[in-house]
Every structure is written in structure tokens, then in C-alpha cells.
């Protein structure tokens, strides 16, 4: 029987204002199936910020949507403000590639972790720290952090305050997007390891985006690869690895030193790509 989906989204097309024939996000339709891992990868421009900022509707003004977005069979698509935001942050929770533009720096990070908690619970000031104390730990920060400001800590430690943050709430669904993109190697592996050990720990449901197959290889259940705006190929992500069947899929993973790793690199070639999916 096939996993229970969480997250459907139909025909999700996206578009400057006005401008119908520039589409940016073009006839996009997936599934997330429940407690599993989704990347969407792809290049830079290809659309994957914005498919994943149009399910929760943050997208920007200047851009308009059409298709379906449906979760836990509520229609995000149809809800207002009010109602989007009881779920985001709660249900829906989400990590942005820099922390520092998410993150206040007026504020300690202790303080902007508990108002998230705050937000949805009713509850007293003196429980919601201890709450964030013990979510600090989880994520591998000292309790003791919490007086911190923003700027106190490292880029790894801030991102592990956004998970922290993201986790508060216990969400069902997790949308990371590339969130150790802005990490060193060796931090980026740690974040990487630490958002793998708490989805497998709560059950939670992550669509994670990024660019690089290497990650989708690491942690990836379901893998959506986008090219200019489109899904160009969807699946299970160790079948994909192993045989993908779209030109610009076979071109990404020649990037890839860790799964081809006797061959050469081979930077990609969008003449020939081009011509290859013409012929498709
Ligand atoms: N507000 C906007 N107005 C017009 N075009 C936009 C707007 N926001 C994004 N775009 C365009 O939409 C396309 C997709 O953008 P998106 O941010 O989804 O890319 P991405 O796949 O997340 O890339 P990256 O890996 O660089 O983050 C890009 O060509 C971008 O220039
Ligand atoms: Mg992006």
C-alpha cells in the first residue's frame, strides 16, 4: 500500500503579476508521503524557494498563484490570513537558508524561541524558558545560550536556534530550505545529521530543498528534481540515484563526486541538455 501522503500539491503554477506567460513555478504537482524525507533539487532559478514559500503563502506581493495546496485535507490555497497563520509555525514550520535574516537581532535568541512557543500555547513566561532550555539542548546548544543575541553565536549555532525554533511547536511538516547552504563543510554535515536524527525521532514529514545531489543521496526518501520551473522527474530517491531517466537528473548526478566517484566531473552542458529534452 502506498505511504499515506500529508502534502499534495496540484497544478501549482506561479507568474509576476499579471505577466501569465512568464511562468516562473510552471504546472508543478507532487506529493510529500508522511514521516519521510522529500528534497526538491535543482539549480539556482529553477523555482524551488518559491514552490516551497507558495504552501505556506509567503510568497512576495509582486507574484500571483494558481493550483492546490492541500494539507492534512485542509485547502491552504482557500484559508486567510488569520487562519495560514495558526498553522505556520505550528503545523507547517520552516528554515531558511540564512539565519541571520530570520533571526531578530535586537533580541536574545532564548526570548525569540520561546515567543514562537508563546504564540501558540498559553502558557507562563517561566515554563516557555525552560521549554526553549530543554529545545536548545535537543539541537545541541547549551541551555545557557539562551541570553545570547544573535550575533553572539556562530552561523552553525544560529541555524541549530532556527531548528530549534522550527521544532517548538512539534510540527507535522518540516520545509527546510537550504539551510546549510550558508555552513562549512564539516557544520553543514552536523546540521545535516541533527535535521535526519530529530525527523526519524518525531515522525515528522521534511521537504528539504537544495542543490546538491550529495544531500539527497545523505538523507532524501522521495526526490523532486526541478528544471525551469518544472518537475522534470519524481521518485523514489535511491531509484533515481541509481537510473535516472531525465537528461538534465543523468547531468546532475555527473556533479556529484561522491556517487560518481571514478568518473571525471562533468560541468553541464545545456546545449546539448536542451536538445536532448527536445527530443523527449
Ligand atoms: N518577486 C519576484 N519577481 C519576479 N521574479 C522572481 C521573484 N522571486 C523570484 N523570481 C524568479 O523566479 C525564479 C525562481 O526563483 P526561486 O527563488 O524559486 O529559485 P530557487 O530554485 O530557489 O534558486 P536558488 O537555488 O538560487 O535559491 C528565478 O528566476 C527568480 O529570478
Ligand atoms: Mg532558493
Known amino acids: 500500500m502506498p505511504t499515506e501522503s500529508i502534502l499534495t500539491v496540484n497544478h501549482l503554477t506561479i507568474n509576476p503579476i499579471k505577466q501569465v506567460e512568464n511562468k516562473l513555478v510552471n504546472d508543478v504537482s507532487f506529493h510529500l508521503p508522511k514521516a519521510k524525507i522529500t528534497c526538491i533539487v535543482g539549480e539556482s532559478g529553477s523555482g524551488k524557494s518559491l514552490t516551497a514559500l507558495s504552501i505556506v503563502k509567503l510568497l512576495s506581493s509582486q507574484l500571483e498563484s494558481l493550483g492546490e495546496i492541500i494539507f492534512n485535507q485542509k ?14 509555525g505550528s503545523e507547517i514550520a520552516m528554515i531558511f537558508q540564512d539565519p541571520m535574516t530570520s533571526l531578530n537581532p535586537v533580541f536574545t535568541v532564548g526570548y525569540q524561541v520561546s515567543e514562537a512557543l ?3 500555547h498559553k502558557l507562563t513566561k517561566n515554563e516557555a524558558r525552560k521549554l526553549t532550555e530543554k529545545a536548545f539542548t535537543d539541537v545541541g546548544i547549551p541551555a545557557d ?7 553572539e553565536l556562530s552561523g552553525g549555532q544560529r541555524q541549530r536556534v532556527m531548528i530549534a525554533m522550527a521544532m517548538i511547536n512539534k510540527p507535522k511538516l518540516l520545509i527546510a530550505d537550504e539551510p546549510t547552504t550558508a555552513l ?18 518525531h515522525q515528522m514529514t521534511v521537504l528539504f530543498i537544495t542543490h546538491d545531489f550529495g544531500v539527497v543521496e545523505d538523507i ?6 526541478m528544471y525551469r ?8 530517491a535511491k531509484s ?10 543523468k547531468a546532475l548526478l555527473k556533479c556529484i563526486p561522491s556517487i560518481h566517484s571514478k568518473k571525471t566531473l562533468q560541468p553541464i552542458d545545456y546545449l546539448k541538455l536542451e536538445r536532448e529534452m527536445a527530443k523527449l
Open 240 to 249: 533515481i540515484i541509481k537510473n535516472p531517466k531525465h537528461p538534465y537528473t
Open 118 to 120: 508563546l504564540a501558540h
Open 229 to 236: 520551473g518544472k518537475i522534470v522527474e519524481q521518485g523514489v
Open 145 to 151: 545560550r539562551y541570553d545570547n543575541y544573535p550575533d
Open 184 to 201: 562549512d563543510v564539516t557544520v553543514q554535515k552536523q546540521v545535516l545529521d541533527l535535521i535526519n536524527n530529530l525527523q526519524k525521532k
Open 75 to 88: 485547502k491552504l490555497h482557500e484559508l486567510n490570513d488569520k487562519q495560514l497563520r495558526s498553522i505556520r
Open 220 to 225: 532524501a526518501d522521495q526526490v523532486l528534481v
